[in-house]
């Protein structure tokens, strides 16, 4: 028994990849903590024979994601930038990756302080314009990766012609849709060759797990994840996969009242008289707002605003939060504020994070599934704190 391939997303969420314990009839797949599995004879098993290589509960995470992004294959990992090395761990000396300028500071660390090491190239540029995309190619580039909506400046790069630039450069496309996730937009059925989540984010929902996994149609890619997962290991715990299975079941109902919140908070937001600027790619104000309608299904839970003022101001304005919880991450049940120059970002130059408008009065949100008015008094209450 399991949910057929062309259920809506809403049906997905809750089976895809899941069908009844066949051993004991268990609807919600078991946590099989095991580290390894019987042979009847050597090399003779049921399918599994040490964790690391597979494991029940993390295979049924594995195609609930895969479903969820449309894709036939999905490889899960212990966090979002241990998704992204093992895919790079698929790369040798020399090659070359053009990456969105606007990535998470962690993605950003792991081009610039780790794969360098290793003659891995990164080029950061902004990918609004295509054009400059197809200039970037090198003989040596072996992939496009992007984010969009990006992390923090929530700019939209258009999916479908990067993908036609990838295509015709014979280039793979990365697109990390952890801050859309499949349910307001579906990488794989614009063009891209994989996506990356970190599912510590809006898949799980809780922020009680650190996970990460990858989504592919293509067959030579996946073969080459599956052997880096089980060579390299950042695979995660059957625990942790149940927790995301379990979090999946809800991300469509979450991410309905996220958007919902979201987009009313940045439309006050931007009547605000302390407020310089809001990136939220619903406003009609937002440079990505045409391309965001004709991806997205939503424009998502994330608005990041730059405050009037400096480092006190935001400074005052996070600490006088009661809902908001001041803390890194994102996508959980609960709404989070954080400051991405000290916080989430602090890893990026600061040349290069004020190039991006990643100043001192800018404050990111993560827009919970809390009451609405209580989100926004809150955030009266930080702005009255700045004020003061
Ligand atoms: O934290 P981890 O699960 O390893 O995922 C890394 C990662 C990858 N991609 C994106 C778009 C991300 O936002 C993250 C993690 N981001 C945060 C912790 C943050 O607060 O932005």
Same mark, same amino acid.
Not at 19 to 26: L, N, T, W
Not at 126 to 137: E, L, Q, S, W, Y
Not at 337 to 345: F, L, N, R, S, V
């Given at each position: 028994?399991? +949910?057929?391939?062309?259920?809506?997303?809403?049906?997905?969420?809750?089976?895809?990849?899941?069908?009844?314990?066949?051993?004991?009839?268990?609807? *919600?797949?078991?946590?099989?903590?095991?580290?390894?599995?019987?042979?009847?004879?050597?090399?003779?098993?049921?399918? =599994?024979?040490?964790?690391?290589?597979?494991?029940?509960?993390? %295979?049924?995470?594995?195609?609930?994601?895969?479903?969820?992004?449309?894709?036939? $294959?999905?490889?899960?990992?212990?966090?979002?930038?241990?998704?992204?090395?093992?895919? !790079?761990?698929?790369?040798?000396?020399?090659?070359?990756?053009?990456?969105?300028?606007?990535?998470?500071?962690?993605?950003?660390?792991?081009?610039?302080?780790?794969?360098?090491?290793?003659?891995?190239?990164?080029?950061?540029?902004? /990918?609004?314009?295509?054009?400059?995309?197809?200039?970037?190619?090198?003989?040596?580039?072996?992939?496009? =990766?992007?984010?969009?909506?990006? #992390?923090?400046?929530?700019?939209?790069?258009?999916?479908?012609?990067?993908?036609?630039?990838?295509?015709?450069?014979?280039?793979?496309?990365?697109?990390?849709?952890?801050?859309?996730?499949?349910?307001?937009?579906?990488?794989?059925?614009?063009?891209?060759? *994989?996506?990356? $989540?970190?599912?510590?984010?809006?898949?799980?929902?809780?922020?009680?797990?650190?996970?990460?996994?990858?989504?592919?149609?293509?067959?030579?890619?996946?073969?080459?994840?599956?052997?880096?997962?089980?060579?390299?290991?950042?695979?995660?715990?059957?625990?942790?996969?149940?927790?995301?299975?379990?979090?999946?079941?809800?991300?469509?109902?979450? /991410?309905?009242?996220?958007?919902?919140?979201?987009?009313?908070?940045?439309? =006050?937001?931007?009547?605000?008289?302390?407020?310089?600027?809001?990136?939220?790619?619903? !406003?009609?104000?937002?440079?990505?707002?045409?391309? +965001?309608?004709?991806?997205?299904?939503?424009?998502?839970? /994330?608005?990041?605003?730059?405050?009037?003022?400096? !480092?006190?101001?935001?400074? #005052?304005?996070?600490?006088?939060?009661?809902?908001?919880?001041?803390?890194?991450?994102?996508?959980?049940?609960?709404?989070?504020?954080? $400051?991405?120059?000290? *916080?989430?970002?602090?890893?990026?130059?600061?040349?290069?994070?004020?190039?991006?408008?990643?100043?001192?009065?800018?404050?990111?949100?993560?827009?919970?599934?809390?009451?609405?008015?209580?989100?926004?008094? %809150?955030?009266?209450?930080?702005?009255?704190?700045?004020?003061?």
């Amino acid at each position: 028994m399991s +949910a057929p391939t062309n259920a809506s997303l809403d049906t997905l969420c809750i089976h895809a990849g899941q069908h009844p314990d066949p051993f004991s009839g268990a609807v *919600m797949p078991p946590i099989v903590l095991s580290s390894t599995f019987v042979q009847e004879a050597p090399g003779v098993h049921k399918g =599994w024979d040490y964790s690391r290589a597979g494991n029940p509960t993390r %295979d049924s995470l594995e195609a609930c994601i895969a479903g969820l992004e449309g894709a036939k $294959h999905g490889v899960a990992y212990g966090s979002g930038c241990g998704a992204a090395l093992s895919i !790079l761990l698929t790369f040798k000396a020399g090659d070359h990756v053009l990456v969105g300028d606007d990535v998470y500071g962690g993605t950003f660390r792991l081009f610039d302080k780790v794969m360098k090491q290793f003659g891995i190239e990164a080029t950061f540029l902004d /990918m609004t314009d295509v054009a400059r995309v197809k200039a970037a190619i090198r003989p040596t580039t072996r992939m496009i =990766w992007l984010e969009t909506p990006t #992390n923090p400046m929530l700019k939209i790069f258009d999916i479908a012609k990067i993908a036609e630039v990838a295509r015709t450069a014979k280039l793979e496309l990365l697109v990390d849709n952890t801050f859309a996730t499949p349910m307001l937009q579906r990488p794989l059925d614009l063009g891209a060759t *994989m996506v990356m $989540h970190s599912s510590t984010k809006y898949l799980n929902g809780h922020s009680d797990v650190v996970s990460g996994a990858v989504a592919t149609n293509d067959e030579g890619l996946a073969e080459k994840l599956r052997f880096v997962q089980k060579a390299a290991g950042a695979v995660p715990s059957p625990f942790d996969c149940y927790l995301v299975l379990r979090g999946l079941k809800t991300l469509s109902v979450r /991410m309905e009242r996220h958007v919902a919140s979201a987009s009313k908070l940045a439309a =006050w937001l931007e009547s605000h008289a302390q407020v310089e600027k809001v990136y939220y790619p619903g !406003l009609k104000s937002h440079a990505g707002f045409e391309i +965001a309608e004709k991806q997205m299904k939503g424009p998502g839970g /994330m608005i990041s605003f730059a405050l009037k003022g400096g !480092l006190t101001e935001s400074a #005052n304005f996070l600490k006088a939060l009661r809902i908001f919880v001041c803390a890194e991450s994102l996508g959980g049940v609960e709404s989070l504020a954080e $400051h991405p120059a000290i *916080m989430t970002h602090a890893s990026i130059p600061a040349e290069q994070r004020r190039a991006l408008g990643i100043g001192d009065g800018l404050i990111r949100l993560s827009v919970g599934i809390e009451g609405f008015d209580d989100l926004k008094a %809150d955030l009266e209450s930080g702005f009255l704190a700045a004020k003061a």
